[in-house]
T-cell receptor
Protein backbone atom coordinates (compact mmCIF):
# COMPACT_ATOMS: atom_id res chain seq x y z
CA UNK A 1 0.00 0.00 0.00
CA UNK A 2 1.46 3.35 -1.02
CA UNK A 3 1.85 5.94 1.68
CA UNK A 4 0.88 9.58 1.71
CA UNK A 5 2.76 11.48 -0.97
CA UNK A 6 3.40 15.19 -1.23
CA UNK A 7 4.65 17.37 -4.03
CA UNK A 8 6.92 19.21 -4.33
CA UNK A 9 9.39 18.14 -1.68
CA UNK A 10 10.90 21.62 -1.60
CA UNK A 11 9.77 24.95 -2.98
CA UNK A 12 11.65 28.24 -2.95
CA UNK A 13 9.66 31.32 -3.95
CA UNK A 14 9.84 35.04 -3.52
CA UNK A 15 7.56 37.06 -1.31
CA UNK A 16 4.35 37.90 -3.14
CA UNK A 17 4.41 34.84 -5.39
CA UNK A 18 1.92 32.00 -5.37
CA UNK A 19 2.69 28.40 -4.46
CA UNK A 20 0.49 25.31 -4.61
CA UNK A 21 1.26 22.24 -2.58
CA UNK A 22 -0.26 18.88 -3.36
CA UNK A 23 -1.06 15.89 -1.18
CA UNK A 24 -2.16 12.44 -2.27
CA UNK A 25 -3.57 10.47 0.67
CA UNK A 26 -3.50 6.74 1.14
CA UNK A 27 -6.13 5.15 -1.07
CA UNK A 28 -9.43 4.71 0.75
CA UNK A 29 -8.68 7.26 3.46
CA UNK A 30 -11.56 9.71 3.65
CA UNK A 31 -9.86 11.94 6.21
CA UNK A 32 -7.14 14.29 5.05
CA UNK A 33 -5.32 16.78 7.24
CA UNK A 34 -2.84 19.60 6.67
CA UNK A 35 -0.30 20.61 9.30
CA UNK A 36 2.60 23.06 9.37
CA UNK A 37 5.85 23.31 11.29
CA UNK A 38 7.36 26.77 11.34
CA UNK A 39 10.93 27.58 12.40
CA UNK A 40 11.50 24.44 14.49
CA UNK A 41 8.41 25.00 16.56
CA UNK A 42 5.63 22.51 17.17
CA UNK A 43 3.68 21.04 14.29
CA UNK A 44 0.34 22.81 14.13
CA UNK A 45 -2.96 21.75 12.64
CA UNK A 46 -4.25 23.73 9.68
CA UNK A 47 -7.38 21.99 8.47
CA UNK A 48 -9.24 18.74 8.02
CA UNK A 49 -11.23 17.30 5.12
CA UNK A 50 -13.67 14.45 5.19
CA UNK A 51 -13.86 13.41 1.58
CA UNK A 52 -14.34 16.70 -0.27
CA UNK A 53 -15.84 18.63 2.66
CA UNK A 54 -13.92 20.90 5.00
CA UNK A 55 -14.69 19.74 8.53
CA UNK A 56 -12.44 22.10 10.40
CA UNK A 57 -10.31 24.92 9.05
CA UNK A 58 -9.77 26.62 12.39
CA UNK A 59 -6.00 26.37 12.05
CA UNK A 60 -5.71 28.23 8.76
CA UNK A 61 -3.61 31.33 9.48
CA UNK A 62 -5.43 33.77 7.21
CA UNK A 63 -7.25 34.12 3.91
CA UNK A 64 -4.04 33.88 1.92
CA UNK A 65 -4.31 30.13 2.39
CA UNK A 66 -6.80 28.13 0.34
CA UNK A 67 -7.21 24.37 0.54
CA UNK A 68 -9.25 22.23 -1.80
CA UNK A 69 -10.02 18.57 -2.20
CA UNK A 70 -12.09 18.26 -5.32
CA UNK A 71 -13.53 14.79 -5.78
CA UNK A 72 -12.40 13.72 -2.36
CA UNK A 73 -9.07 12.35 -3.52
CA UNK A 74 -5.94 14.50 -3.59
CA UNK A 75 -5.79 17.91 -1.95
CA UNK A 76 -4.05 21.16 -2.76
CA UNK A 77 -3.00 23.97 -0.48
CA UNK A 78 -2.42 27.30 -2.18
CA UNK A 79 -0.65 30.22 -0.60
CA UNK A 80 -1.31 33.51 -2.40
CA UNK A 81 0.48 35.84 -1.98
CA UNK A 82 3.23 34.18 0.03
CA UNK A 83 4.84 36.05 2.93
CA UNK A 84 8.14 35.43 4.71
CA UNK A 85 6.40 33.98 7.77
CA UNK A 86 4.82 31.26 5.64
CA UNK A 87 8.17 29.48 5.41
CA UNK A 88 8.17 26.09 7.05
CA UNK A 89 7.40 22.45 6.44
CA UNK A 90 3.87 21.57 5.41
CA UNK A 91 2.74 18.07 6.27
CA UNK A 92 -0.26 16.20 5.00
CA UNK A 93 -1.79 13.22 6.79
CA UNK A 94 -4.63 10.83 6.10
CA UNK A 95 -6.66 8.32 8.05
CA UNK A 96 -9.68 6.07 7.90
CA UNK A 97 -12.49 7.35 10.12
CA UNK A 98 -10.88 7.97 13.53
CA UNK A 99 -7.79 5.79 13.10
CA UNK A 100 -4.18 6.76 13.42
CA UNK A 101 -3.05 9.46 11.04
CA UNK A 102 -0.31 8.62 8.55
CA UNK A 103 1.90 11.47 7.49
CA UNK A 104 3.58 12.32 4.25
CA UNK A 105 7.21 13.41 3.87
CA UNK A 106 6.28 17.09 3.94
CA UNK A 107 6.93 20.02 1.63
CA UNK A 108 9.59 22.46 2.73
CA UNK A 109 8.52 25.96 1.68
CA UNK A 110 11.04 28.77 1.70
CA UNK A 111 9.81 32.30 1.03
CA UNK A 112 12.59 34.77 0.28
CA UNK B 1 -7.07 23.46 25.58
CA UNK B 2 -4.93 20.48 24.73
CA UNK B 3 -1.15 20.71 24.91
CA UNK B 4 1.95 18.55 24.87
CA UNK B 5 5.21 19.45 26.58
CA UNK B 6 8.38 17.55 25.83
CA UNK B 7 11.94 18.03 26.90
CA UNK B 8 13.98 20.40 24.84
CA UNK B 9 16.88 19.10 22.90
CA UNK B 10 19.15 18.46 21.41
CA UNK B 11 19.96 15.29 23.29
CA UNK B 12 23.36 13.78 22.54
CA UNK B 13 24.11 10.23 23.62
CA UNK B 14 26.79 7.68 22.97
CA UNK B 15 25.84 4.48 21.21
CA UNK B 16 24.32 1.87 23.56
CA UNK B 17 23.34 4.50 26.12
CA UNK B 18 19.90 4.54 27.74
CA UNK B 19 17.43 7.04 26.34
CA UNK B 20 14.57 8.86 28.02
CA UNK B 21 12.65 11.68 26.39
CA UNK B 22 10.09 13.16 28.74
CA UNK B 23 6.60 14.05 27.59
CA UNK B 24 3.67 15.36 29.58
CA UNK B 25 0.27 16.38 28.32
CA UNK B 26 -2.81 18.38 29.17
CA UNK B 27 -6.12 17.20 27.78
CA UNK B 28 -9.69 16.65 28.79
CA UNK B 29 -10.98 13.13 28.93
CA UNK B 30 -8.90 10.23 27.75
CA UNK B 31 -6.67 11.11 24.82
CA UNK B 32 -4.72 8.68 22.69
CA UNK B 33 -0.98 9.27 22.90
CA UNK B 34 1.65 8.90 20.20
CA UNK B 35 5.31 9.19 19.46
CA UNK B 36 6.24 10.16 15.92
CA UNK B 37 9.79 10.18 14.56
CA UNK B 38 11.32 12.16 11.72
CA UNK B 39 14.60 10.79 10.40
CA UNK B 40 16.88 13.17 8.50
CA UNK B 41 15.44 13.97 5.08
CA UNK B 42 12.29 11.96 5.67
CA UNK B 43 8.70 12.56 6.75
CA UNK B 44 6.94 11.85 10.01
CA UNK B 45 6.56 8.20 10.90
CA UNK B 46 4.43 6.75 13.63
CA UNK B 47 6.75 5.12 16.15
CA UNK B 48 4.29 3.87 18.76
CA UNK B 49 1.00 4.66 20.39
CA UNK B 50 -1.16 3.95 23.42
CA UNK B 51 -4.87 4.50 23.61
CA UNK B 52 -5.73 4.07 27.28
CA UNK B 53 -4.23 4.38 30.74
CA UNK B 54 -1.46 1.90 31.61
CA UNK B 55 -1.12 0.78 27.99
CA UNK B 56 2.46 0.37 26.83
CA UNK B 57 3.32 1.16 23.23
CA UNK B 58 6.46 -0.40 21.80
CA UNK B 59 8.31 -0.56 18.50
CA UNK B 60 11.92 -0.92 17.34
CA UNK B 61 13.11 -1.25 20.94
CA UNK B 62 11.36 1.96 22.02
CA UNK B 63 8.69 1.92 24.72
CA UNK B 64 6.32 4.41 26.31
CA UNK B 65 3.69 3.85 29.00
CA UNK B 66 0.48 5.87 29.23
CA UNK B 67 0.47 7.24 32.79
CA UNK B 68 -2.79 9.00 33.51
CA UNK B 69 -1.93 9.80 37.12
CA UNK B 70 1.12 11.80 36.04
CA UNK B 71 -0.25 12.74 32.59
CA UNK B 72 2.96 11.48 31.04
CA UNK B 73 4.10 9.36 28.10
CA UNK B 74 7.88 9.23 28.36
CA UNK B 75 9.81 7.56 25.55
CA UNK B 76 12.55 5.10 26.51
CA UNK B 77 15.04 2.83 24.81
CA UNK B 78 17.56 0.67 26.57
CA UNK B 79 20.38 0.91 24.06
CA UNK B 80 20.37 3.54 21.33
CA UNK B 81 22.06 3.19 17.97
CA UNK B 82 23.46 5.77 15.59
CA UNK B 83 20.50 5.02 13.31
CA UNK B 84 18.13 6.30 16.02
CA UNK B 85 19.36 9.85 15.40
CA UNK B 86 16.21 11.79 14.51
CA UNK B 87 13.64 14.25 15.82
CA UNK B 88 11.03 12.71 18.11
CA UNK B 89 7.57 14.24 18.54
CA UNK B 90 5.17 13.43 21.33
CA UNK B 91 1.54 13.92 20.34
CA UNK B 92 -2.04 13.39 21.43
CA UNK B 93 -5.43 13.01 19.88
CA UNK B 94 -8.21 13.96 22.26
CA UNK B 95 -11.20 11.76 22.68
CA UNK B 96 -13.89 13.64 20.87
CA UNK B 97 -16.14 10.98 19.47
CA UNK B 98 -15.55 12.43 16.08
CA UNK B 99 -12.63 13.54 13.97
CA UNK B 100 -9.21 13.80 15.51
CA UNK B 101 -6.85 16.73 15.37
CA UNK B 102 -3.32 15.87 16.47
CA UNK B 103 -1.65 18.15 19.01
CA UNK B 104 2.14 17.90 18.88
CA UNK B 105 4.98 18.80 21.17
CA UNK B 106 7.87 20.87 19.87
CA UNK B 107 10.03 17.88 19.06
CA UNK B 108 13.28 16.63 20.61
CA UNK B 109 16.32 16.15 18.43
CA UNK B 110 18.37 13.08 19.33
CA UNK B 111 21.92 12.66 18.15
CA UNK B 112 23.67 9.37 18.81
CA UNK B 113 27.42 9.33 18.40
CA UNK B 114 29.53 6.20 17.85
Amino acid sequence: EAGVTQFPSHSVIEKGQTVTLRCDPISGHDNLYWYRRVMGKEIKFLLHFVKESKQDESGMPNNRFLAERTGGTYSTLKVQPAELEDSGVYFCASSRKTDTQYFGPGTRLTVL
Amino acid sequence: GNSVTQMEGPVTLSEEAFLTINCTYTATGYPSLFWYVQYPGEGLQLLLKATKADDKGSNKGFEATYRKETTSFHLEKGSVQVSDSAVYFCALIPYSGGYQKVTFGTGTKLQVIP
